[in-house]
Structure formats: C-alpha cells, structure tokens
C-alpha cells in the first residue's frame, strides 16, 4: 500500500501557497502538476494548478492538508488555471479568462461561442509561447448557477433574449466576481498580461482588482445560426467587441 510518507508530504506542501481576498476569505493554490493538452491533433505541455476557497479553511498549509479528507469538495466548485511556456517570468503574457460554461465547453452546444473561444483561445497561447487559461468554475450562466441557466435557455426558447431571461427570473445581467481571478493570477506573475476577450468589464474588472492588464485582444468563436442572435445580443446588451462579426 502506498503511504504519505514525509517527504511526499513535503512535497505537496510546496506546492500549496496560500493568500488571503479582501473579504478576509483564505485562498489556497495548488500547483504545478505537469498537464499534457491536445490541440489540433498536438499535444502541447501546460502547467495545471487549482485554487481552493471554502469558509472553513485553517490558517496553514500543513492544517489544510490534514483536513482534506473531510471537505465535501465535490459538491463545490474548484477553479483551475493552466499556464504554458515561462509564466511567471515573461515579459508579456497572453491569458483567457473564460467563465465555465457546462454545455458549450463540454456538450458542444452551439447554442453560445464559448466552446469555441475556449478552443481558439489554447490555439492563441500556444502559438505567442506564453499565456495562461483561467477556467473559473463558479462562474456558470454569466454567476447565476447551471440550474438558472437552464431556465434562461427555456426562457429564450420563447422569444427572451438572453438578456432579458436572466432579469425575467430576478437575476442581474452579470454576477460575476473577478477578486479572487486577481489575486491568483497575482500569485503567479506580476508583469503585465493582455487579456482575450470582447468583454471591456473583464478588464475593468481585473484592473480594478490588481491585474496588470496592458492590452486587450478579440476573441472572436465561432459564429452559427444557432448563436447569431445570442452573440447580438451581447453585442447589443453587454457592449461586447463583436462588431466585425454579428
Ligand atoms: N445566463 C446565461 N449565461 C450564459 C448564456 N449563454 C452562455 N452563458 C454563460 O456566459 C458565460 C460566458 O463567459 P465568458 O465567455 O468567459 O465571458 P463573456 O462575458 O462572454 O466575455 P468574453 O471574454 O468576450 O468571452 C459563461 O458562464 C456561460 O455559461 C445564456 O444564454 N444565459
């Protein structure tokens, strides 16, 4: 049987690094572990690491370790992020910020881009050598959960646009927190970054929170008729960047 000896525990231990948001709430990052990714038929080396925030987490690394076993960590929602090439140290970096989105990235569902801005954005830092997805799994729906979601979608199926669906049922536009995306990316480099997306409230986000956002890039997915009217409405809506496409 395999037993965590000291030195795997130290081991793990050094790959815990713990900060603390605003709200006083403990943040622990976890990482690297090496993740082999396919795109396009190559695989390309990124680095893995995922963040951890729960009330009850304890001061320190060694603690938390020990109480591992008795988080429901399942039923949460743990965030990733997954670097390429040399991060913490370039001088520029391109990075996604890309909200989980349950049907686009792991159905396929056309019925938004996202599946496709996720695919292009891998493509993108590959190919400048430098850059980071942050995949953040509490972001589901634009912050208003998958079950909502799924309403908005009936909702949009009888005329609302998405915009509308969200206000119909008592949501905002938009829930999403960028705070503790900040302060992780913070942990892990602090020279500048340009940012992929057509939406100016990421970066006004990040910005406010930290981030040294220094340009903004398109990231134009894929356009069908199952989603031309939901990208206009994020153009018309949300003032997303999508001018030259819907
Ligand atoms: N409420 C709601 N959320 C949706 C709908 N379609 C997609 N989403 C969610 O919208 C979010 C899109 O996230 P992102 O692609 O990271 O961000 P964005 O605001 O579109 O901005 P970009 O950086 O330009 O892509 C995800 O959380 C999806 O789950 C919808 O019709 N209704």
Known sequence: M??????LKKMLLSKLKKSVNPDGERIFLFGPVQMPIQIDGETFPFQWYTWLKHPDLPADSESLLNMLDRLPLAELQQSSVLTYGDYSDSELA????????????????????????LHIAFQQIVEFGVGAIVYVANHEGRGIGLFNKSLTYALQEHGFDTAEANLSLGHN?????????AIVLNMLRSNPILLLSNNP?????LGRHGV???????LHGVV??????????KKHRFNHTLESLV
Do not use: A
Request: glycine share 6%; charged share 25%; proline share 3%.
């Open 212 to 218: 040294p956002v220094i340009g903004v890039e398109n």
């Open 224 to 233: 069908s008729d199952f989603n031309r009217s939901y990208l206009q409405s």
């Open 2 to 7: 395999h037993i965590l000896t000291p030195e």
């Open 173 to 181: 536009l938009d829930d999403r927190s960028y705070q503790d995306v």
């Open 94 to 117: 391109k990075v996604r910020i890309h909200s989980i989105c349950h049907t686009g990235d792991i159905f396929g569902s056309q019925r938004c881009d996202c599946g496709s801005q």
């Open 201 to 205: 409230l990421k970066r006004q986000s």
